[in-house]
């Protein structure tokens, strides 16, 4: 068995795989795919002390890292379920299971997609997901925030620091957000809010984004709006449904709950990062928060029963 068992292979389990093994504890990280969501980010710019890299540049980097490390890698692997037995037991897709004395949780998040024509296509030519990291590609210039609870109308004050306009597009007949963020963007003279509003695709000349389309939902009619950027802020989707059947405790969104040393509602078992209920989703957040799991996990092992 392993002493620690990592799974997943971004910012988070990437510095928990590193923080364990130079412990000299015998380390592996499964990871479906090394580098998590920084594979699919261009530009980087708030990776503190590297004033610009690039998604595949900063993933590459961290692999290296973990490999100099003699951590034992397995990816294109899936963990299906977990299991505390004597020790955890992490089930795989392939029918494989692997058990560890400890375990760090690091599975990440996705954002939630529309789904619409163009969204696809346009992703990093005009539609963005983290106002925190491709807000500034926008200065100057109008963009659409989609989605009125707490995240769309905090991107939207946010992004109307730095943009020309921002347009909020909300589905329902009213916001989600709490008042007092409400109550900010009607201060704002470059926000504004259109309720009822149902994008229907994401409009580009090929090359990037240049408007998109939507049906006003009391009347029917079709619109459209000439923009910039399209920011899609309808959720993030922790990468936690593996653990259903498990007695990890998790919030309503599926958020993994942790306290401050990492620690999940099973003995030897910790998470980090995207996955957990941790209020801020960033890179050097996420590394951070790996690196404490990891520690936390050794303090774990250095007072459970040596076998
Ligand atoms: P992730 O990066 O999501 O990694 C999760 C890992 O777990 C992956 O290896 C995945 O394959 C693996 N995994 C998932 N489920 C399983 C499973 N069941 N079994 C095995 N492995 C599994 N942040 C910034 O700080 N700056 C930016 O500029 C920035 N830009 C971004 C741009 C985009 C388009 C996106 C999507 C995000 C951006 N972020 C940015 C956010 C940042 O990428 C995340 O906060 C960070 O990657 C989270 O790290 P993580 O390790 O928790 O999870």
Request: glycine share 12%; net charge negative.
């Amino acid at each position: 068995p392993y002493d620690l068992l990592v799974i997943g292979g971004g910012p988070a389990g990437a510095a928990a795989a590193i923080y364990a093994a130079r412990k000299g504890i015998r380390t592996g990280l499964v990871a479906e795919r090394f580098g998590g969501q920084v594979m699919d980010t261009v530009g980087i710019e708030n990776f503190i002390s590297v004033p610009y890299t690039e998604g595949p540049k900063l993933a590459a980097s961290l692999e290296q890292h973990v490999k100099e490390y003699g951590v034992d890698i397995i990816t294109d692997q899936r963990a299906t379920n977990l299991q505390r037995n004597e020790l955890v037991d992490i089930e795989l897709k392939s029918g494989a299971t692997l058990s560890s004395r400890s375990v760090v949780l690091a599975t990440g998040a996705r954002w939630r997609e529309l789904g619409v024509p163009g969204e696809a296509e346009y992703r990093t030519k005009g539609v963005a997901y983290c106002p925190h990291c491709d807000g500034p590609f926008f200065k100057g210039k109008h963009v659409a925030v989609i989605g009125g609870g707490n995240s769309g109308i905090e991107a939207a004050i946010d992004l109307a620091g730095i943009v020309e306009h921002v347009t909020v597009l909300e589905f329902a007949d009213s916001l989600r957000a709490d008042e007092v963020l409400v109550r900010k963007t009607q201060q704002m003279d470059n926000i504004d809010i259109i309720l009822n509003a149902q994008t229907t695709e994401v409009l580009g000349d090929g090359n990037k984004v240049n408007g998109l389309a939507y049906t006003d939902r009391k009347s029917g009619e079709s619109r459209k709006l000439d923009l910039a950027g399209v920011f899609v802020q309808i959720g993030l989707v922790p990468n936690t449904e593996f653990l259903k059947e498990s007695d990890v405790v998790m919030n309503r969104m599926g958020e993994i709950q942790i306290d401050e040393r990492g620690a999940t509602s099973i003995p030897g078992v910790y998470a980090a990062g995207d996955a957990t209920t941790a209020p801020y989703k960033q890179i050097v957040i996420s590394m951070g928060a790996g690196a404490t799991a990891a520690l936390g996990a050794f303090d774990y092992l250095i007072r459970s029963s040596v076998e």
